[in-house]
């Protein structure tokens, strides 16, 4: 049986911890698999009722952090060595950026494994400065060489990868979408709804709209935020917003709330308070979330294959989404979500008001959600693919 070695930067709520849990479990019995990564920090959500629930067991690198620091990523290199030497893998499956660096040196090092890396994302663009951006390019594009498939987890990735950024060639890329467990945005439904609604005191007249994922700069909450003032200025519907999740952000967002005049609860609230913004902290059972929203928001500078969205058309949630990364590749556009230029809060807030002030459009464009996800994103699909990659390298 064929020894995979899956290296994940850390396991936080996210696509690469869904992804690297729900192939861990179902490439079962074909591939032995070791899954290993670095903890969460504490301002993320913990993924460990994912593992629980999927019956996984997992190596922690703890050194292995979001942040570079050589002291750690040296003893981190050092540990996923030992483990390869141990492990003796016949494939090193590398997810997201810090796992891909610091896995795949270590792999290269072993010379006995096929390398694979899935760019879940990518961070040649609006994370960092032009310097710092170079560099990166170039460590991605030396390791590139000694990597034998680059997985890509949208065609519009793809393109970028191969075209604008120039990390390899594009015939070396492989595009395999993310997979997920959706069924459960499609069950207790409307118990789950009135359940949200309840705790949040949301009125069946109010529209609830939620922006879900870390609160970090790339993400742009900001530009939520802008937006959402705009909408509230100009309805007359009552409006709710949801910041679902939390991150280095939360006093800043928490701040500028206030300057724009906007109203907002912080975490834990006393039963019946309700404002116009609420900053709820990370909610594990997601599902719950979207089943008690109207529509579903994102404002992110740069994206992969946005989770948030893929669940929110999978509870039949319209979405309304700056118009970047994969977003166009996971949704519908006008059919699905209405989309906007990356840092336009003008027509972010125009799209929030056609789909708050037209109750029909709103409900028909979340309705088509579920026909587009369920076969494309299900995680029988993912593993389908991830196989016929394996055995062609194994070949």
């Not at 997810?95 to 990518?122: E, L």
């Not at 991150?247 to 800043?252: A, Y």
């Not at 967002?253 to 300057?259: G, P």
């Amino acid at each position: 049986m064929p020894k995979v070695l899956r290296i994940i930067n850390r396991f936080n709520l996210g696509g690469p911890t869904f992804n690297a849990a729900l192939l861990t479990k179902h490439m079962a019995p074909e591939f032995e698999t070791l899954l290993i990564g670095g903890r969460e920090e504490s301002s993320e959500g913990s993924s460990q009722h994912i593992l629980s629930d999927l019956g996984i067991g997992v190596h922690f690198i703890d050194e292995m952090q979001r942040d570079i620091g050589l002291s750690n990523d040296l003893q981190a290199y050092k540990a996923i060595k030992k483990l390869i030497n141990e492990f003796k893998p016949d494939i090193i499956h590398t997810h997201a950026s810090k796992a891909g660096a610091i896995g795949r040196s270590a792999g290269i090092a072993y010379g006995k494994a096929k390398m694979v890396h899935t760019f879940h994302g990518h961070v040649f663009h609006s994370y960092f400065g032009r310097i710092k951006t170079g560099v990166y390019k170039n460590i991605e594009r030396a390791l590139a060489v000694k990597t034998d498939k680059i997985v890509a987890i949208s065609q519009r990735q793809k393109l970028e990868l191969a075209i604008r950024y120039k990390i390899c060639s594009a015939d070396k890329i492989k595009v395999v979408p993310l997979g997920f467990d959706l069924t459960r945005f499609q069950e207790n439904v409307a118990e789950k709804r009135a359940s949200f609604r309840r705790k949040y005191n949301i009125s069946e007249d109010e529209v609830a709209i939620g922006i879900i994922g870390r609160l970090v700069p790339v993400k742009n909450h900001k530009l939520f935020l802008d937006s959402l003032k705009q909408v509230v200025d100009q309805t007359t519907k009552k409006v709710r917003a949801f910041i679902i999740g939390d991150g280095e952000e939360r006093e800043e967002l928490k701040r500028y709330t206030s300057e724009l005049g906007l109203d907002y609860l912080n975490g834990d609230f006393e039963e019946g308070m309700k404002a116009t913004v609420h900053f709820t902290s990370w909610i594990q059972n997601v599902d719950w979330a979207n089943s008690g929203l109207d529509i579903i928001a994102l404002s992110s500078l740069n994206e992969g294959t946005p989770v948030s969205l893929i669940e929110a058309q999978a509870s039949c949630n319209p979405v309304v989404s700056t118009k970047v990364g994969g977003v166009s590749n996971i949704v519908i556009p006008n059919e699905t979500a209405l989309l906007s230029p990356s840092k336009n809060s003008i027509a972010f807030a125009e799209n929030l008001l056609q789909l708050i002030e037209n109750d029909s459009k709103r409900i028909g464009m979340g309705q088509k959600g579920w026909e587009l996800v369920h076969e494309k994103f299900h995680y029988t699909r993912l593993v389908k693919d991830m196989k016929n990659l394996y055995n062609d390298l194994l070949l």
